[in-house]
């Protein structure tokens, strides 16, 4: 019954203020210590048992007062410092949510339908189920058994078991780590979702890597706005494990670049936002890794038009050069049918001074120096800092900066290496392999980063391993414990999956679109860059650049060319000859 008047209270205008007591208890019943890893696990699941009442949205909030004529004008239609619910106090992230839902009754529903909050994703061009709740990776492996690390990064609060569904309690999306425009708002890396609240317990640091200090809840939630590149940058810079680490084209130089890194994001260029491109349509973004749209032109930008994915032609058209030389830019427009606009223009990735992870050997991990771990910092980026290169919970890395992509054909689909599918051992087993046929009208030549990876599998099943790293106090985490035997039979145990017992290690390969840090058009890439012996483009099948020498098939073209036309020649060489000694009659 008090959930009942819960959402009765939170519905009624008159009371919202007042109502703050109890949705404090109610939505952290015994939090012993709100923010921290055992305070978020005691966060409960609340699913509200009555619909707000009808009309709630509509009604107007106490304690606001409206703009008149003498005031200044504001960008947004309301000003949420003026909400008197929004003053709180609050004492967890659910209770701010809670808040939100009072006027905007529907976000939480539509958060958790979009691939954010599910983690899940069924891939229509293969059957796959894909997301992070079900893949393996080659970055940190897996988030199953390793939820409280890797969800820190949810869209929401104390999703702790991806075996199960993400919660389904709306208060339970955090409309802040998107919203949030006071710039103090963060999550734990280690809580699950949650944002570090006082007392911050000593040595806690947040998803970005960064001193964790108490949240003002108060401040963030009448900040709200529309989402910055400091929203989507403190998950979307940062996965892998630190900057940059794993797409290798999103980085926190992103956060304000120069403009020779990003013209689209610079100040000094067209200072876009994320949702710039990655356009929203009821808390879905456009963009997927998944299934990328290469092909489409500028169609995606019309009324009505699909909008789950975001295309460079969307806006530029695939007829986007026009130049001082009209038979040059009718060239270059001639390209847009097999060469991605990514391929020109991002001539290399990790530029702006932080570097990105190219590869990562797991079965070096868990060595020792007189018993403890330690790590070894062996590469130093240009802006100055150093990097590991060697840590005993993970293993040796290797990095780069200004990384020239791996190119490939690409029709944007990604078929993905499962759970339980068998490899071959004696192969770099490909964890997303790149479909799309050398020409094919759906497919273009695309920028990739390549993650060399060298990671767990079973030596009798011939699958790949689920690898529990993260559970401090457990006996069995590998981060903890150093004991790949009891982090692989842990993992495996927890998906509820068969291991035999005996473990290697196999190469593997995984591949992430390349399509930030578009460089300014005077630093595309020119005619020589591919049209060259050993050019970039040298390795890809299916063309034929000129001035890179010919290729196999254009040997074998040629050899039969030669063939042919010594063959003519003969039989002509032979018709004039005959003629001279025989009888016509």
Not at 509 to 519: K, L
Request: proline share 6%; charged share 20%; hydrophobic share 35%.
């Amino acid at each position: 019954m008090r959930q009942t008047a819960l959402w009765r209270s939170i519905a009624c205008a008159a009371g919202l203020a007042m109502a703050q007591p109890a949705l404090a208890q109610e939505l952290a019943p015994g939090a012993s210590a709100p923010g921290t890893a055992s305070g978020a696990a005691q966060i409960a699941e609340t699913p509200a048992t009555e619909t707000p009442a009808s009309g709630a949205q509509s009604r107007p909030v106490s304690g606001g007062t409206p703009a008149g004529p003498n005031d200044p004008v504001k960008a947004l239609t309301a000003d949420h410092a003026k909400f008197a619910i929004l003053k709180g106090p609050f004492a967890s992230g659910p209770e701010v949510t809670a808040a939100c839902l009072s006027c905007h009754t529907e976000a939480g529903n539509q958060v958790m339908h979009s691939v954010h909050w599910s983690w899940d994703y069924q891939n229509p061009a293969t059957g796959q189920q894909l997301g992070k709740a079900h893949e393996l990776n080659a970055f940190c492996g897996n988030v199953a058994s390793n939820e409280v690390r890797c969800t820190s990064c949810h869209a929401g609060y104390g999703w702790d078991d991806v075996r199960q569904p993400a919660p389904q309690d709306p208060t339970r999306v955090d409309c802040l780590v998107c919203h949030d425009t006071s710039g103090q708002y963060t999550k734990l890396d280690n809580a699950a979702g949650h944002p570090p609240l006082d007392p911050v317990k000593e040595g806690a640091k947040t998803i970005t890597g960064a001193k964790a200090t108490a949240v003002d809840l108060v401040r963030a939630a009448m900040s709200v706005g529309a989402p910055t590149r400091q929203n989507c940058g403190s998950c979307h810079f940062y996965g892998g494990g630190g900057d940059n680490v794993k797409h290798g084209d999103l980085s926190s130089v992103l956060f304000d670049p120069p403009r020779a890194v990003d013209v689209h994001m610079s100040k000094d260029g067209a200072n876009f936002t994320c949702e710039a491109c990655h356009v929203s349509d009821k808390h879905v973004l456009a963009g997927s890794r998944y299934n990328t749209d290469v092909a489409k032109a500028h169609e995606a930008m019309q009324p009505g038009a699909d909008r789950t994915t975001a295309n460079c032609t969307s806006c530029h058209t695939d007829a986007p050069h026009k130049g001082p030389n009209p038979l040059i830019a009718m060239k270059l427009n001639d390209h847009t049918d097999r060469v991605a606009c990514q391929t020109c223009h991002i001539p290399e990735f990790a530029r702006g001074g932080v570097a990105t992870k190219t590869a990562w050997d797991w079965s070096t991990a868990g060595k020792t120096r007189d018993g403890k771990a330690y790590a070894e910092e062996g590469f130093t980026q240009s802006d100055g800092k150093h990097l590991h290169t060697y840590l005993t919970i993970k293993g040796d890395f290797e990095w780069g900066e200004n990384v020239v992509p791996y190119y490939a054909w690409s029709n944007g689909v990604m078929r993905y290496t499962l759970p339980e599918e068998e490899i071959d051992p004696g192969q770099v087993v490909e964890i997303n392999s790149i479909d799309g046929s050398p020409g094919a009208p759906d497919a273009r030549i695309f920028p990739f980063k390549q993650m060399i990876g060298r990671q767990a599998y079973d030596l009798e099943r011939n699958v790949l391993l689920f690898n529990h790293v993260y559970g401090p106090g457990d006996g069995s985490a590998l981060w903890s414990y150093y004991d790949w035997e009891k982090s692989l039979k842990a993992g495996m145990d927890y998906v509820g999956l068969e291991y035999s017992g005996t473990f290697g290690f196999v190469d593997t390969h995984m591949y992430w679109p390349i399509t930030h840090m578009v460089a300014p058009k005077e630093d595309a890439l020119n005619c020589e860059s591919c049209h060259a012996p050993n050019g970039r483009m040298a390795n890809i099948a299916g063309i034929y650049v000129p001035g890179a020498g010919i290729g196999i098939g254009g040997q074998l073209g040629l050899v039969i060319f030669l063939m042919a036309a010594m063959g003519a020649a003969g039989h002509g060489a032979l018709r004039v000859f005959g003629r001279k000694g025989g009888h016509h009659g």
